[in-house]
């Protein structure tokens, strides 16, 4: 027992104190620890909460919702973020979700933020994007979660936007308390904060890319592919992200991973009746 | 011109005839072309469509709907099945149907069928699962699609089952002529044809998994993780496919690739106007 001991330790300062209330926010990306987007989002909460990082330790971009099952994973504290514990993993975006809940933080953190992705996640994006898969394993784990992308690939992004958004709308989450299976799905427009005329929730765009896989040959004669694609917008709705993009909004989809087409369950039931 | 010629080749062979009328069915897997899964897949349908396999050339499980961005993708003709066109690739379930499309068929096929996977990929598992991957990816490239997976990981597994419904699933998506979108989420329980009660549409069950990775030590002493988890089912519907399985019943589950909450979309309407 060392009730007694206890009670003559030295105060714990204030700063601890404060930190015990804090919410405890997972961060994560695709792009990797070293990428600017995830310092960005660091640095725009970092003290709203009590952050953790556990990312890639190289670029994840495309990985779905891909998990690493016939090889092991390796877990390397870094220190890329003053004051920050971060950890750079082996594995994919979804990866480091499942590692940090059960290996790093031992218990759900209160929110789990990705990103900010460089380059787009809005419409049909979300199902390839590691960026959004890592916010909807939290999800799936009972973590309210969000992804930030903004339309920038390119490594020197203004994010000064992305930031201002990303803050707002994690205070929002924590304030408004959504549900614990909550994903959205954040897309800022590559544009100066001056021109964001703010947040707007929308639904998925029917989008797709026609693929154009470019044929090269190696230096030894033998075919190989680059997959390229061009983006194919179908969908004139005033009410999707791509619409809301388009128009210097901020897009915020909520996310399901009940992937049950309900319509569709009704129509097959009367069809194959028959 | 060829024309007058061509009137005096050799009579085209009836069975490349009725070949022509046949519809053309991309088959892939995420085991991999020499798993036993997509053998059985083949010969349960061959005589039914034109059979153009285009599958991985290793294990791909638990990719997801991860693409291949960074590096180029291998695709080499194969002779894995007789008298079948077939290819083997070196990207992701999803990156074999995509060039499967672009470079292998040039066209759409009529469906594309994925599977059948060694493993269950009901409930949850949809959203990890590359067999499934495949057939959403398809789907969102206007193939109607399915994915079919037998509840038994062995690769001794017995397949007489999963053979018979997939072929009967295959001819009742052909004669019912589903629409473009369409993907079938479909399981077969590891048991022997006599004691499956026939075909049940579901919705996909809530549950997960619990992780639990096994921390180890290399040679090198340093740490690394394997990933194992605890199924569980937090559904007790009568609708969902976990209990169709558990009751020897075939689950078909139509999924969706719109990802749109849109109950949550509304609430969220409300709740963020205050």
Redo the contacts between chains.
């Keep these: 027992m060392r009730t007694k001991k206890s009670n003559t330790r030295p105060k714990t300062p204030t700063a601890r104190v404060v930190e015990k209330n804090k919410p405890v926010i997972l961060i994560t990306n695709d792009d990797g620890i070293s990428a600017p987007g995830i310092r960005n989002l660091m640095e725009a909460i970092k003290d709203i909460g009590k952050i953790v990082v556990v990312a890639p330790d190289k ?1 994840q ?10 090889e ?4 390397h504290k870094t220190h890329h973020f003053e004051g920050i514990e971060s950890y750079s993993c082996s594995g ?1 975006p ?2 480091c979700v ?2 940090a ?3 790093v933080l031992h218990r759900k953190p209160d929110l789990c933020v990705s990103g900010i992705n460089h380059g787009a996640n809005h419409s ?1 994006n ?3 994007s590691g960026t959004m ?1 890592a916010a ?1 394993e939290a999800a ?2 009972d973590i309210p979660s969000a992804g930030f992308s903004l339309l920038d690939f390119s490594i020197e992004a203004d994010f000064s936007g992305a930031r201002y958004f990303a803050r707002q709308i994690v205070e ?1 989450m924590l304030k ?1 308390k ?2 614990k299976h ?2 959205l ?1 954040v897309n800022i427009p590559a544009q100066p904060l001056e021109l964001l005329k703010g ?1 707007k ?4 765009a ?1 989008a ?1 890319y026609q ?3 470019v ?2 040959n190696d230096p030894h004669g ?6 390229t694609g061009e983006f194919q917008n179908f969908d004139k709705g005033k009410d999707t992200d791509v619409w809301a993009l388009a128009n210097n909004y901020v897009s ?11 319509t ?2 009704k129509q ?2 009367a ?2 009746k028959k």
Excluded at 63 to 70: C, F, L, R, V, Y
Excluded at 222 to 227: C, D, T
Excluded at 252 to 262: F, I
């Design positions: 670029p971009s495309g990985m779905g919702h891909a998990i690493t099952i016939g092991p994973l390796r877990l994919t979804v990866d499942k590692l809940v059960d290996k049909i979300v199902i390839y898969s909807v799936i784990e929002l408004t959504l549900g909550t994903v799905n947040i929730l929308c639904r998925q029917y797709k693929e154009n896989y044929q090269r033998r075919q190989y592919y680059w997959l915020v989809v909520p996310v399901q991973y009940d992937l049950t087409h309900t569709y369950l097959l039931k069809t194959w």
